[in-house]
């Protein structure tokens, strides 16, 4: 019998993950089947445990699980303890092994696919619930310039940067805040792009040489990479490469096996 995977969240019919791990899988050969697991707004902790009763080996953790699935787990790893966010379960006979493999996806679809170093930037991250906790660690463990965290509530993003300025130079605002600063790196974490919104954003915040980058993917850029592309960014991104870099990281935590992600993400392209 094959080992069974699942991306569990609500609503789950629109989700990539089933896709690309079946790609992972023929890609790799290995023996494992992956599916889309839907469960009710209270009922995340039932509808695991049932998973796991079955058979399941690990599953991938998207809106609006994350946080019960970090209080669910029985173990850490250090980039998910300090998120207090998961993303990522693995089951391993009575423990439960939970990781964000979200910040790692980030650097790693910025620096190996776009060819964009993160060492010595200056990087402005916008937005300050889970999409941001989980992917701040990762960003300062490449050792950037400054970390300034953006987000229309400026106590979120001051909480945030008294949570991981300890790790690198962290500084916190309202949007309005970074006013007359520039940035190499700027990246969208926040939801407005699923609302076809634009977050009230300083005009020149953009270097000339920078990379703008959103984590919300579709067929056309999104508004914010719009903005970016018309106030001067050389080059903008959508969360495409994260999510398959991201799902990559799972993959080798449950399998032991990296995947090539470049043709997945250019399949997943394809057919946005």
């Not at 998961?86 to 620096?111: P, Y």
């Not at 008294?162 to 940035?183: A, I, N, R």
């Not at 699923?194 to 953009?206: C, V, Y």
């Not at 850029?221 to 903008?236: C, E, M, N, V, Y």
């Amino acid at each position: 019998m094959n080992d069974s995977y699942a991306v569990i969240g609500n609503p789950i019919a629109h989700s990539k993950s089933p896709l690309i791990h079946a790609a992972f899988a023929q890609q790799t050969n290995q023996s494992m089947h992956y599916a889309a697991l839907l469960a009710p707004l209270d009922g995340f902790q039932p509808t695991v445990e049932n998973f796991r009763s079955q058979g399941g080996k690990g599953l991938n953790v998207t809106v609006p699980f994350k946080l019960e699935a970090y209080r669910f787990s029985t173990h850490l790893t250090e980039r998910a303890s300090i998120a207090q966010a998961v993303n990522t379960l693995k089951f391993e006979r009575d423990e439960i092994l939970g990781d964000n493999t979200d910040g790692a996806g980030l650097v790693r679809d910025i620096e190996t696919n776009l060819g964009v170093p993160i060492d010595n930037k200056r990087i402005l991250l916008m937005g300050a619930g889970g999409a941001a906790r989980g992917v701040i660690l990762p960003l300062l463990q490449k050792k950037p310039a400054l970390l300034s965290i953006a987000n229309r509530t400026p106590h979120k993003a001051e909480a945030l940067q008294k949570l991981f300025d300890t790790y690198g130079k962290v500084t916190s605002g309202d949007f309005m805040h970074f006013s007359g600063e520039t940035f190499d790196i700027v990246i969208n974490a926040t939801s407005a792009s699923l609302h076809d919104e634009l977050p009230e954003l300083p005009i020149g915040i953009f270097a000339q040489t920078g990379l703008a980058y959103d984590m919300m993917y579709g067929r056309e850029p999104t508004r914010f990479l719009k903005f970016a592309q018309q106030s001067g960014a050389r080059k903008i991104a959508d969360g495409i490469g994260m999510l398959v870099e991201q799902a990559a990281e799972s993959f080798y935590l449950w399998r032991n096996i990296k995947p090539e992600t470049k043709p997945v993400i250019a399949m997943l392209k394809s057919i946005i």
